[in-house]
């Protein structure tokens, strides 16, 4: 009787240990591993909310999958291929959850799908697989300034600011109302649309360096990609604000420790199981035989 209460406890501790082990793993896997991402972009102080409030629903965000091509130790040294996934809407809340695409990835929130009259901060940003949730927001236009591209004479663009003076990314236009030539100077007038705000600005270009006109527009998706490869790089001038809030890269993704011992742990507890069968079994046997 005593033999085989022996071994029932060499069978029951090798499972209660194996049995432990695989809990911690699955904890730790469900933990750190999630594929789901939950963004929220909520309406800031200067917007009203509620039923008589800001629509926060139906914004479009483009996902994009990112793969590292350089990796560089240095901050801001590494630099990756970006790759559009999918585009997902946000409900009326301004939420939305979306699998990540890759372990490091983009979202760009597309300024045309905004709220009339409202801009964003961050339009694009840049996660890893350790961040599982993030919430950006959303401002209300205060005043918009035209202006000048400081490598040219004659392409410009429009800032928007909310009312904390804070650089806001918005759907515009830029019109070019009038023109007047005189000797080598061109002066045109341009006129800006934000939503329900104008503004329109009066300026000279040089005949001589002047081109077809046009306009420059930095929420175009295709500029922002690069916008953010600039970011990585280190290279993108930026308002400190943007500077506080862009994620960088700072690690080389891909070979993962933890997920070794991932593996390892559970192979290595089933060998310990698997040991523990056999060398109780044989224990069993030889106690009988001394026995007989």
Known sequence: MKRKAGLLVVLLLSFVIFSCTMTVYADEDKNDSSDVFQLTLYADDSLATGPDGVDLSGIKIDVYSSELTDYNAEPNGSTFTHNEAFSVYTDAEGKVQFSRPSEEYLIFVDVSTLPRNTGIAIPLKFYRKEITQDALAISKVDHIVIDKIETSEDDFYVNAYNREGTRINVDYTLTEISNDISGDTKTVCLEARVGDITETGVYSIPVSEQKESE???????????????????????????????????????????????????????SFL??????FGWQYHKKRVKKEK
């Not at 295709?222 to 506080?244: H, P």
């Not at 994620?247 to 742990?265: A, L, M, Q």
Request: one cysteine or more; glycine letters at 8%; hydrophobic letters at 40%.
């Open 215 to 269: 306009i420059h527009c930095v929420e175009d998706a295709d500029d922002m990609l690069a916008y953010a490869e600039d970011i990585e790089k280190g290279e993108n001038d930026t308002s400190e604000e943007m500077k506080q809030n862009e994620e960088v890269i700072t690690g080389k993704s891909g070979y993962d420790r933890k997920n070794v011992w991932k593996v390892f742990i559970p192979v290595a507890v």
């Open 273 to 278: 199981l698997v040991g523990g069968i056999i």
